[in-house]
């Protein structure tokens, strides 16, 4: 049974700091481009950072781009995402899957909260 569990969201200022991972069961993550999604209240869920199966290719949404840092471990399948700098606009629920993503694959995401 495929299985992703993100971890690692919590409540932090503005400016700080949290790693997501995401374990992945029931399938060899090594073999799929993987990415971390996120949705915030009220908006449409979008994707935030992409990685190819080696991790050497990797990409990120605009408003991300220099803050967050996404990578990947394939021999522990799991996937990761540093956040830094972090503002109050990237309050979300954040989400693993493939990348292009499967319906099968959403799993219950991990809150991300930026506030003071």
């Known amino acids: 049974q495929v299985q992703l569990v993100e971890s690692g969201g919590g409540l932090v200022q503005p400016g700080g700091s949290l790693r997501l991972s995401c374990a992945a069961s029931?399938?060899?993550?090594?073999?799929?481009?993987m990415s971390w999604y996120r949705q915030a209240p009220g908006k449409e869920r979008e994707l935030v950072a992409t990685i190819s199966t080696g991790g050497a290719i990797i990409s990120y949404a605009d408003s991300v781009k220099g803050r967050f840092t996404i990578s990947r471990d394939n021999a522990k399948n799991t996937l990761y995402l540093q956040m830094n700098s972090l503002k109050p606009e990237d309050t979300a629920v954040y989400y693993c899957?493939?990348?292009?993503?499967?319906?099968?694959?959403w799993g219950k995401g991990t809150l991300v909260t930026v506030s003071s």
């Open positions: 899957n493939k990348y292009p993503y499967s319906d099968n694959y």
């Open positions: 029931g399938f060899t993550l090594s073999l799929y481009r």
